[in-house]
């Protein structure tokens, strides 16, 4: 195929898949966010509190972009910016599939470079680094729920979040010292590459990712709690804490689609906050604006940047 003309069809098909992403998020946006009366926006609080919470949305992607940059420069050396522009294009892609499965995928494919197998391995120390801090998280939130409102699920429930925590940690630190033996197995012998190539990781850099992971799940519960202040949900600072972290766990378990996950972020909002506050409403707002801040606006962004994508080589 001449240059000419795949430089064109990568211009259009970059265009057609940007417009159509833009389109659907804008639209969805619109629809769930509709609901919400206006009025609830001019009985909010002081407008710091918004602006803080816009300051670490931005946190919050520069922290995920560094954890990228750092996860690449195992395979190979990056650029900062690149790094980047591939979490937000990845972004922009998650907002179509199942609990967000595509974000990853859409990463690499922006990357387009060679060593897609190694990225594809060190993504999933990427992932399992994000579940460690959300689920340790969760557990936290469990720990108090269980203290504050105890039950038969709720034991249940703690018991199971500390057995996968159990396995997350030692897939995360553990994982190249089983590999020789998964080799063995037909099946399972392409994770062999994932187990060398950690084996060469050292363990600082490990708890580098690690403890940006925790951080983010950090910074994301500070935003929601803002929120909820501005929003006029009243919570105690500390159970606030552990329930907001105890609604990311579940968020995190629960199956959804990005684009339609915030009438399930809803519902999910008001059965843990509302033993706290009856302000429904002010529960719904903040969760929504959540929602916008760090899914809807990043994957916005990384739409645009789908515009430079080279899909024909």
């Given at each position: 195929?001449?240059?000419?003309?795949?430089?064109?069809?990568?211009?259009?098909?970059?265009?057609?898949?940007?417009?159509?992403?833009?389109?659907?998020?804008?639209?969805?946006?619109?629809?769930?966010?509709?609901?919400?009366?206006?009025?609830?926006?001019?009985?909010?609080?002081?407008?710091?509190?918004?602006?803080?919470?816009?300051?670490?949305?931005?946190?919050?992607?520069?922290?995920e972009?560094?954890?990228?940059?750092?996860l690449?420069?195992?395979?190979?050396?990056?650029?900062?910016?690149?790094a980047a522009?591939?979490?937000l294009?990845?972004?922009?892609?998650?907002?179509?599939?199942?609990?967000?499965?595509?974000?990853?995928?859409?990463?690499?494919?922006?990357?387009?470079?060679?060593?897609?197998?190694?990225?594809?391995?060190?993504?999933?120390?990427?992932?399992?680094?994000?579940?460690?801090?959300?689920?340790?998280?969760?557990?936290?939130g469990?720990?108090?729920y269980?203290?504050?409102?105890?039950?038969?699920?709720?034991r249940?429930?703690?018991?199971?979040?500390?057995?996968?925590?159990?396995?997350?940690?030692?897939?995360?630190?553990?994982?190249?010292?089983?590999?020789?033996?998964?080799?063995?197995?037909?099946?399972?012998?392409?994770?062999?590459?994932?187990?060398?190539?950690?084996?060469?990781?050292?363990?600082?850099?490990?708890?580098?990712?690690?403890?940006?992971?925790?951080?983010?799940?950090?910074?994301?519960?500070?935003?929601?709690?803002?929120?909820?202040?501005?929003?006029?949900?009243?919570?105690?600072?500390?159970?606030?804490?552990?329930?907001?972290?105890?609604?990311?766990?579940?968020?995190?378990?629960?199956?959804?689609?990005?684009?339609?996950?915030?009438?399930?972020?809803?519902?999910?909002?008001?059965?843990?906050f509302?033993?706290?506050?009856?302000?429904?409403?002010?529960?719904?707002?903040?969760t929504?604006?959540?929602?916008?801040l760090?899914?809807?606006?990043?994957?916005?962004?990384?739409?645009?940047?789908?515009?430079?994508?080279?899909?024909?080589?």
């Amino acid at each position: 195929m001449n240059k000419s003309i795949k430089i064109w069809l990568n211009y259009l098909i970059g265009a057609a898949v940007c417009t159509g992403l833009v389109y659907t998020i804008i639209t969805e946006v619109k629809k769930q966010t509709g609901s919400i009366d206006d009025s609830l926006w001019q009985q909010t609080g002081s407008m710091i509190l918004p602006v803080i919470c816009i300051a670490l949305m931005l946190l919050n992607s520069l922290l995920e972009s560094y954890k990228w940059y750092l996860l690449l420069s195992w395979v190979q050396p990056v650029r900062y910016v690149h790094a980047a522009a591939s979490y937000l294009a990845g972004i922009a892609f998650s907002v179509i599939t199942p609990n967000r499965i595509g974000e990853y995928p859409g990463r690499i494919l922006y990357l387009r470079g060679g060593n897609t197998f190694r990225h594809i391995h060190v993504s999933v120390s990427g992932v399992v680094s994000q579940l460690a801090g959300i689920w340790g998280a969760g557990l936290v939130g469990l720990v108090y729920y269980n203290y504050a409102f105890p039950s038969a699920y709720g034991r249940l429930a703690l018991a199971g979040c500390i057995i996968i925590n159990i396995l997350i940690a030692l897939v995360y630190w553990r994982f190249e010292s089983w590999w020789p033996r998964l080799e063995q197995i037909k099946y399972l012998r392409r994770f062999g590459v994932y187990g060398r190539l950690m084996s060469r990781v050292p363990a600082g850099h490990r708890m580098k990712v690690l403890a940006i992971s925790a951080l983010r799940v950090a910074v994301f519960t500070a935003q929601y709690l803002i929120l909820l202040k501005w929003l006029n949900v009243s919570l105690p600072l500390v159970p606030g804490y552990c329930m907001a972290a105890l609604f990311f766990w579940v968020m995190a378990v629960v199956p959804s689609l990005a684009l339609t996950e915030l009438g399930i972020r809803g519902a999910v909002s008001i059965w843990i906050f509302q033993s706290f506050s009856a302000n429904t409403i002010g529960i719904l707002a903040a969760t929504g604006s959540l929602w916008l801040l760090n899914l809807m606006v990043p994957a916005l962004a990384g739409s645009i940047l789908i515009l430079r994508m080279k899909w024909l080589k």
